[in-house]
T-cell receptor
Framework: AQTVTQSQPEMSVQEAETVTLSCTYD???????LFWYKQPPSRQMILVIR??????QNATENRFSVNFQKAAKSFSLKISDSQLGDAAMYFC?????????????FGAGTRLFVKA | NAGVMQNPRHLVRRRGQEARLRCSPM?????VYWYRQLPEEGLKFMVY????????ESGMPKERFSAEFPKEGPSILRIQQVVRGDSAAYFC????????????FGQGTRLTVV
């Protein structure tokens, strides 16, 4: 069974600085997708960034980028130029891609605090 | 194109009552997933449904919980004889068949059992 591990329950960053959130996963599948979701106090699950496992190039979305190490099964999220609005819970997630419609597996989450 | 719609947003039930949570997937989506989020925890998979079929219910408690996704109408997550430990946020997500992208999440239903 696939598992996702986030070893940092909480992280803190100064506004305008850079922070990296860690995530590791375990799978025997060769084709899958990895995601980072942001959950603000409103509880809405907001997709931050997506990475297809077959792509070697790390995904980037504006201030958000990932470091995807497939062999190490590591998928960290880097937030540059942190803003107060980035404060939220961040969840790393895995979704199998061998066939359509697989369930998404979530890590326990990392709470990010942003200091003004 | 409306997103995944869940209702109600908040639901209060007394112990022993039944809770019904509804989820209307995005237009064109045939797969629905239910997740439970306990306070300060991540989302735990409960069940995966297609129209009129339960595909994977490995995360569903064996008793009191059931889910359906009928041919017409929303998907329903039903919790019978609720207990305080059922208090949580319940999220629904949907995706089209054969999707190689993410599932799209609703805003969740916050169930409080008093």
């Amino acid at each position: 069974a696939q598992t996702v591990t986030q070893s940092q329950p909480e992280m803190s960053v100064q506004e305008a600085e850079t922070v990296t959130l860690s995530c590791t996963y375990d799978t025997s599948e060769s084709d899958y997708y990895l995601f980072w979701y942001k959950q603000p106090p409103s509880r809405q699950m907001i997709l931050v960034i997506r990475q297809e496992a077959y792509k070697q190039q790390n995904a980037t979305e504006n201030r958000f980028s990932v470091n995807f190490q497939k062999a190490a099964k590591s998928f960290s999220l880097k937030i540059s130029d942190s803003q107060l609005g980035d404060a939220a819970m961040y969840f790393c997630a895995y979704r199998g891609g061998d066939t359509g419609g697989f369930k998404t597996i979530f890590g326990a989450g990392t709470r990010l605090f942003v200091k003004a | 194109n409306a997103g995944v719609m869940q209702n109600p947003r908040h639901l209060v039930r007394r112990r022993g009552q039944e809770a019904r949570l509804r989820c209307s997937p995005m237009k064109g989506h045939s797969h629905v997933y239910w997740y439970r989020q306990l306070p300060e925890e991540g989302l735990k998979f409960m069940v995966y449904l297609q129209k009129e079929n339960i595909i994977d219910e490995s995360g569903m408690p064996k008793e009191r919980f059931s889910a359906e996704f009928p041919k017409e109408g929303p998907s329903i997550l039903r919790i019978q004889q609720v207990v305080r430990g059922d208090s949580a946020a319940y999220f629904c997500a949907s995706s089209p068949w054969g999707s190689n992208t993410e599932a799209f999440f609703g805003q969740g239903t916050r169930l409080t059992v008093v």
